[in-house]
T-cell receptor
């Protein structure tokens, strides 16, 4: 199946720092999603992007749909301990109903 | 709010057993999905279904089967469990072409 390259694989940051992560695909996507998975829980949708160039915020989170439609970015400003978790990107192309997921970025915030 | 409920949070079974993982959603979603999640590999799609009695293989269907007799319920079956099927299993549902909503997962151990 389609593979999304998500980086970095893991991050260890101090509380208050900003975080950036990204996701790239070999194919063009029409929709990009960002999910967060808390320890022991299922992934929860954070942000959905539907148009190339779109920039969307959800509190301290901001995500962008890359202009080439082959990448997406997630930024977290002023991190706090509850930001800890695994962040997944997901993309949907022209062929069918399916979303493809990245391998995840594990975020650790040090108080 | 969408609710996707997986029948067990933790399950321990023996090699060779037939194992059933159940998933129920309460939002009348057409699409349902089963993933497994392993460290460093992200979410890998096992099977999905777009309608009752309909199923499609995902990226890693070997050793698994599924059943969708009712719209709200999607079952994953391990025909003869093996130790390499020890993993976290996530169920998801969605409307067509819309973001997926996940359950909290079943952590399955095969001894």
């Amino acid at each position: 199946g389609q593979q999304l390259n998500q980086s970095p694989q893991s991050m260890f940051i101090q509380e208050g720092e900003d975080v950036s992560m990204n996701c790239t695909s070999s194919s063009i996507f029409n929709t990009w999603l960002w999910y967060k998975q808390d320890p022991g829980e299922g992934p929860v949708l954070l942000i959905a992007l539907y148009k190339a160039g779109e920039l969307t915020s959800n509190g301290r989170l901001t995500a962008q749909f890359g202009i080439t439609r082959k990448d997406s970015f997630l930024n977290i400003s002023a991190s706090i301990p509850s930001d800890v978790g695994i962040y997944f990107c997901a993309g949907q192309g022209n062929t069918g109903n399916q979303f493809y997921f990245g391998t995840g970025t594990s975020l650790t915030v040090i108080p | 709010d969408v609710k996707v409920t997986q029948s067990s949070r933790y399950l321990v079974k023996r090699t060779g057993e037939k194992v059933f993982l159940e998933c129920v959603q309460d939002m009348d979603h057409e699409n349902m999905f089963w993933y497994r999640q392993d460290p460093g590999l992200g979410l890998r799609l096992i099977y999905f279904s777009y309608d009752v009695k309909m199923k499609e293989k995902g990226d890693i269907p070997e050793g698994y089967s599924v059943s969708r007799e009712k719209k709200e319920r999607f079952s994953l079956i391990l025909e003869s469990a093996s130790t390499n099927q020890t993993s976290m299993y996530l169920c998801a549902s969605s409307l067509p072409y819309q973001p997926q909503h996940f359950g909290d997962g079943t952590r399955l151990s095969i001894l």
